[in-house]
């Protein structure tokens, strides 16, 4: 043997050897270092927010992430809603906790559900989701793969009215519209309207429909059978709270010496984050805790879905959403929206009607006379 072969081929061949501990290879690391990675990294993370407006989607934000995502707002009037087309507001913010990074950018779709033609008021919302999708595609054949920022909606939120006796025509129609495009997340919006038993029917009613309409929302995984036992029952926990019943609130009141984020009734205070009052902090921790798969679902699920559609057709989805072609109904839940079109545009005639005729309506003065308007 030569003087210093054993060297020759690697020069810091010492530096890999562990003494103490012959056979240990070291990979256990490896979590720690992907770990590392996206921390150095950051996180990036797109929430879609979607539902009628009203139902309390910018609070649940604002309170889910503790910052004022919308400072601007403009409130459209209802004269406005009745001819507004759906928008796409994309904020984004970082938040940094513990020097870990969130670039967090929140989808809100403002107008949605409130125009008479509801069956276009998901299109703006598709066509968004495929451009994500497209750009991706487009940064990923190109030159500058490693920096690619991921746009790509991750997760929806789908806000459910607590005031019907469960999912409506629009509702059924957009979730089925976007399921294979990403992760649906029902949620029931203002949940402190509905007593404790009403919500436990409302969620039971919403999960049969959904169901029995084919949709399919995100599924949270299942539990391997070798966690821990507090993991576990966190995970069935979790599942068994969809449609999540939340509550949303800006304010921070002070109950009992403590200080809460709640809403103020007459009779009492209702905690955002009490998980006796309402699944907010389940909502949170499911975000938080899947955040990761949820990425996985959309990149191995939903973006795969949208390349093989993209190879198939030779060309763009996208282009062809907004061309508005793809809305993925059938005839009858066509024909559904189509009725419940109609049925909105009566309840605004006869509103309109009813309007003309309380102001032609004669009036009676405190005095007792009679004024009359003039026709
Ligand atoms: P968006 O149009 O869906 O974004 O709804 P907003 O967040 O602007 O909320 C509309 C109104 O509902 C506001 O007056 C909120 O204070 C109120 N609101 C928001 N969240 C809740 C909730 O959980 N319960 C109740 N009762 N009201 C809420």
């Known amino acids: 043997m030569f003087p210093g ?5 690697n020069p810091n061949s010492n530096s890999f050897v562990n003494p103490e501990q012959a056979g240990y290879v070291g990979f256990a690391n490896l979590p720690n270092q992907v770990h590392r990675k996206s921390v150095k990294k950051g996180f990036e993370f797109t929430l879609m927010v979607v539902g009628e407006s009203g139902l309390g989607k910018s609070t649940l934000v604002n309170s889910l992430f503790l910052t004022d995502l919308y400072p601007e707002r403009h409130i459209p009037l209802a004269s406005e809603k009745i001819t507004q087309t759906v928008k796409i507001d994309a904020s984004t913010v970082e938040i940094e906790e513990r020097g870990v990074k969130l670039r967090l950018t929140v989808v809100d779709t403002p107008g949605f559900g ?8 998901f299109k703006p919302v598709i066509r968004y989701i495929d451009e994500q999708f497209e750009r991706y595609l487009q940064d990923e054949s190109g030159l500058n793969r490693r920096h690619i920022i991921d746009n790509r909606v991750h997760c929806c939120f789908y806000f459910i009215n607590p005031s019907g006796h469960g999912l409506k025509p629009l509702d059924v ?5 976007v399921h ?23 969620k039971r009613r919403i999960m049969d429909q959904i169901e029995d309409y084919g949709i399919k929302i995100y599924p949270l995984p299942d539990c391997d059978s070798d966690e821990d036992e507090d993991y576990k029952e966190q995970c069935r926990q979790l599942k068994n709270a969809v449609p999540f019943a939340v509550v949303g609130a800006n304010s921070i009141i002070e109950v009992k010496g403590r200080k809460v984020r709640g809403r103020m009734y007459p009779w009492g205070v ?11 902090i389940k909502l949170r921790t499911m975000l938080i805790t899947h955040m990761q798969d949820l990425q996985e679902v959309t990149q191995e699920t939903h973006y795969e879905n949208y390349r093989a559609e993209n190879l198939a057709n030779g060309g763009s989805p996208a282009g062809k959403a907004s061309r508005g072609q793809s809305d993925g109904l059938s005839q009858r839940e066509r024909e559904l929206l189509q009725k419940e079109d109609e049925l909105r545009k009566m309840q605004e005639k006869l509103a309109r009607m ?3 005729m309380d102001s032609k309506r004669p009036e009676v003065q405190p005095n007792g006379n009679i ?3 003039n026709v």
Do not use: R, W, Y
């Not at 072969?5 to 081929?9: F, H, I, K, P």
């Not at 409130?114 to 008021?121: F, I, K």
């Not at 129609?173 to 519209?177: G, H, L, P, Q, R």
């Not at 209702?270 to 907010?280: I, S």
């Open 354 to 356: 009813q309007a003309e």
């Open 270 to 280: 209702v905690e955002v984050e009490n998980p006796e009052h309402c699944d907010f």
């Open 371 to 373: 004024k009359t308007h």
């Open 180 to 202: 294979h495009k990403v992760n649906i997340v029902p949620v029931l919006a203002k949940a402190d309207t509905l007593t404790k038993l009403e919500v436990q029917n409302l």
């Open 5 to 9: 072969t054993e060297e020759a081929g």
């Open 114 to 121: 409130d125009s008479l033609n509801s069956t276009d008021c």
């Open 173 to 177: 129609a957009f979730m089925k519209a």
